[in-house]
């Protein structure tokens, strides 16, 4: 049986395929179109899912969508009414698109597929609670969800046993802690859906000072983690935009225009805000665990990509074991819509095995043979250097050794907003200037920003203070105390962008300022390429780890195809491209063409 998952019209559209209740594949939108967080219908990872499961619509048995578009749209309209007058502006100008599409949505998908399949419409946070459970390795867990908003629900948590999910209890819009770390990301000048992991990465420069004021003003936040917004200070039910005056008379200060300087008012918010997302979150899972007697917990929704408040419940809250959905927003909404359809509408049985996910590494997307590779390079005069499966983990160590940065493209292309060794930019996490040569000659991108470890899963618990595996780069951990760097006493002092400056550990390019490092732990059953390449870097100098940073630059999705692959390095400062087997020298390319006359072979339509 043949089940297409579809999720689209928000953000971060996705597709997905299960076959007989495994995952044969799934990608975003967005990796194909080039345009981030693309929200349009998926058609072009829809023909990816099918060809590359060589089927056609007609093989489908059930479509899949995420949402219930006509609940959304009741939620929409009454909240509009509840603010009228106010608010005509937006109305304005979301009803065209509502009345044109989304409507309409049995009518896009059949048009848009080319077949009348039938359709199951799950609610939003169930395909959240079904992407979190289903594919996880617990026969029985509680299950959180906590995004902005789905139809009316933004909040949920409930129970997965066997093959159902059951929730047990919501939270409604407009309260929201998804929407309430959206505003602060709106008002620190970051786009919101999008910049919130930067207000996330800023953070540990700030300090909380802003943390009591936040719980007395903006939210009623109660021990069991329930929780209502003061709505007078907000603006996203009616409005344009996510805060109000009221907003920026109570913490001193006006939005942030984007790409103006930071200051140390907007780091201090950021550090409140997500100090508050920690705490909330803390208290659900205290909840959670009390009312269900579950030891394990599945998390998904766009705030369980929040690394660092999950790292915190790993550590102090009362579950025993987490799983956290690696497309955890609304990407994965598709696959969960999916295996909604396969185990509870339509009842099958699931046998998972207690400590294996059934998510195959979320290395679910495109992948491209040496072959189809080696045309691309050839037809474009690309000099290259061909090297064996074998000769590839000892050349890669080396050139990392040699302090150069890598371009590394294998394999399938990830599902989900992390790089995990598929479609990375890897280099030396030993040195001191590494983070800021990546971030402003590489990625081109706010100086701040941390990097990411990429760790032999056997080594992890040697470097960082964890003792579970973190495949996805979805947890947060302090780095060991013989790892860190005592600071000198002028350097304690230092504050603001300043602490940049410190040379913090034995791995300062993946140390974040607050001696917290967002792992990943690399296992050779899931990635053994990546995980030898690894291994031979650490024979070389003794240190198992490596910087590991997503393949694309600042406002550009993940590169999906070799040519995107080539465009983005040959437009950076990158000094190696390794695309399947072929190695790629910077000192020996031709500058860069037009796009135009580079833009064909891998366009999808």
């Not at 159902?164 to 008002?187: D, M, N, Q, V, W």
């Not at 034995?506 to 607050?514: E, G, M, Y």
Request: with cysteine; proline share 5%; charged share 25%.
């Amino acid at each position: 049986m043949n089940i297409l998952g579809i999720s689209a019209f928000y953000h971060d559209s996705a597709a997905c395929l299960l076959r007989d209740g495994s995952i044969v594949n799934a990608a975003q939108e967005e990796r194909f179109t080039r345009k981030k967080h693309d929200f349009s219908f998926p058609r072009h990872a829809v023909k990816f899912c099918l060809e590359d499961a060589q089927l056609t619509a007609r093989d489908l048995d059930y479509v899949a969508f995420y949402d219930k578009p006509f609940i959304k749209f009741e939620r929409i309209l009454e909240t509009y009414l509840t603010f009228a007058p106010r608010g005509i502006r937006s109305f304005v100008k979301a009803m065209p698109l509502w009345i044109k599409q989304k409507l309409w949505i049995k009518e896009v998908i059949s048009k848009e597929i080319g077949s009348h399949r039938p359709i199951v419409f799950p609610e939003h946070h169930e395909s959240h609670a079904s992407s979190a459970f289903f594919p996880s390795p617990f026969k029985e867990a509680a299950f959180v969800t906590v995004d902005g908003v789905g139809e009316w629900t933004t909040t949920s948590y409930g129970m997965g046993r066997d093959n159902k999910i059951e929730i047990l209890a919501e939270i409604h819009f407009p309260h929201s802690i998804g929407l309430l770390y959206s505003a602060f990301t709106y008002h620190a000048g970051f786009k919101v859906n999008s910049g919130e992991y930067k207000l996330m990465g800023l953070a540990p420069y700030g300090e909380p000072r802003y943390r009591d004021l936040i719980l007395d003003e903006l939210m009623d936040l109660k021990e069991d983690g329930s929780f209502s917004l003061n709505m007078k200070y907000f603006n996203y039910c009616a409005g344009l935009t996510m805060t109000n005056k009221n907003f920026d008379r109570l913490f001193g200060k006006v939005p942030r225009k984007p790409e103006s300087p930071l200051t140390q008012k907007d780091m201090d918010m950021a550090r409140s805000v997500q100090e508050v997302a920690e705490e909330v979150m803390l208290r659900i899972s205290r909840k959670v665990h009390a009312a269900t007697g579950q030891t394990r917990l599945c998390l998904a929704g766009g705030v369980a990509l929040n690394c660092v408040a999950n790292g915190r419940i790993l550590r102090e809250g009362p579950f025993e074991k987490l799983w956290i959905q690696p497309a955890a927003g609304d990407a994965g909404g598709a696959l969960g819509a999916a295996f909604f359809v396969w185990h509870q509408y339509l009842g099958n049985e699931r046998e998972p095995d207690g400590s294996n996910d059934i998510q195959r590494g979320s290395y679910l997307g495109p992948e491209f043979e040496d072959s189809c590779i080696l045309e691309y390079l050839q037809s474009h005069g690309v000099p290259y250097t061909r090297l064996s499966s074998e000769a590839i983990p000892e050349t890669i160590a080396d050139l990392i050794l040699d302090q150069k940065v890598v371009g590394f493209f294998q394999g399938r292309m990830e599902f989900g907003p992390r790089a995990l060794g598929a479609r990375s930019i890897i280099g030396d996490a030993r040195s001191p200037k590494m983070q800021e040569i990546m971030n402003l000659k590489i990625k081109f991108r706010e100086s701040f920003r941390p990097f990411a470890p990429s760790v032999l899963a056997e080594k992890a618990s040697e470097y960082f203070a964890i003792d579970v595996e973190s495949p996805y780069m979805l947890l947060v951990a302090p780095l060991k105390e013989g790892i860190r760097q005592q600071m000198t006493a002028q350097e304690e002092t230092l504050s603001g962008l300043d602490k940049r400056r410190v040379v913090r550990s034995s791995i300062p390019a993946v140390t974040h300022v607050d001696y917290s490092a967002r792992i990943q732990t690399v296992n050779d059953n899931t990635n053994p390429l990546y995980h030898e390449t690894i291994a031979r870097f650490a024979e070389k100098c003794g240190y198992p780890v490596i910087i590991n940073t997503s393949f694309n630059v600042r406002g550009e999705p993940i590169v999906c195809t070799p040519e995107d692959a080539y465009l983005c390095f040959m437009r950076t400062n990158m000094d190696y491209l390794l695309v399947g087997s072929f190695l790629l020298d910077k000192r020996g390319q031709e500058p860069l063409k037009k796009d135009s006359d580079w833009r064909s072979e891998f366009e999808l339509d």
